[in-house]
């Protein structure tokens, strides 16, 4: 294959993927059978089921059992803002993770106290398995889940005060920044790192889609005087929802 040319299952991935964008294969249209794939552009069953399986990675097409291989709607993407102003009273950990007042969420959580482990730890400044609360959460906008999280807390921070569990006692389902401040801790920086990975099934199973599938994965931590006090991961499905920031300027 001369350098720079692309294989032939990319080729024909590629001319797939072109009709998709341009409506020529609608949602929920069958995608063209490895026999028709191989006779369209002459190619082998090989190459006609790699093209297919690129297609399933990148989530524009899923298989139906016992029917075939269907193109995936693809709504366009909503915005989940995020902001650079933490105040006390920012008020819940969806008000915490979803910066646009305007949009009306729910969520759900549930805590236990584990070990940290190792990243965790280096993110927190401790000792791996040092006692932390972990804290999952899963965040729904109109009832469509949109993102899931899974926070730690250092209990030699938290522990034996009323805010250990986030979803109970006097300040239940309160933000990490009000939490903090009811245990004279003042939170003034927060560090947000943003990657992709592919879903894992876990994730996917709640939010929607298939394993593999692409997600954001936010890390964040909440620091007080340079010592973090907590950190999470957010995922969010990265085909349905964009990750739009707003910054202070100083």
Not at 32 to 53: C, F, H, M, N, W
Not at 148 to 161: D, K
Request: proline fraction near 8%; hydrophobic fraction near 40%; charged fraction near 25%.
């Amino acid at each position: 294959m001369p350098f720079g040319e692309q294989p032939a299952y990319l080729r024909v991935a590629d001319d797939l993927r072109q009709q998709i964008a341009d409506g020529t294969l609608p949602p929920h249209t069958r995608l063209p059978s490895q026999a028709s794939i191989r006779a369209r552009y002459g190619v082998s069953d090989t190459v006609a089921l790699e093209a297919r399986k690129v297609l399933m990675a990148e989530g524009l097409v899923e298989g139906r059992s016992g029917s075939g291989t269907y193109v995936r709607e693809r709504p366009a993407p909503r915005a989940l803002a995020r902001s650079g102003f933490r105040t006390v009273g920012e008020g819940s950990p969806f008000r915490q993770e979803q910066a646009d007042e305007r949009v009306v969420g729910t969520w759900e959580g549930h805590s236990e106290r584990v070990g940290a482990p190792g990243p965790v730890a280096e993110r927190l400044r401790i000792e791996a398995d040092d006692p932390v609360m972990c804290t999952h959460y899963v965040f729904r906008i109109g009832g469509e889940p949109a993102m899931v999280s899974t926070s730690w807390e250092p209990l030699r921070i938290t522990g034996r005060t009323p805010v250990m569990l986030p979803e109970q006692g006097p300040l239940a389902g309160r933000g990490v920044v009000e939490r903090m401040a009811a245990i004279d801790i003042v939170v003034d920086n927060v560090a947000e790192e943003v990657g992709a990975r592919p879903a894992l099934a876990t994730e996917a199973r709640v939010l929607g889609g298939l394993a593999g599938h692409v997600v954001l994965v936010i890390s964040r931590t909440f620091q007080a005087g340079g010592v973090p006090v907590e950190t999470a991961d957010v995922v969010v499905p990265a085909d349905r929802f964009r990750v739009a920031y707003h910054l202070p300027v100083r």
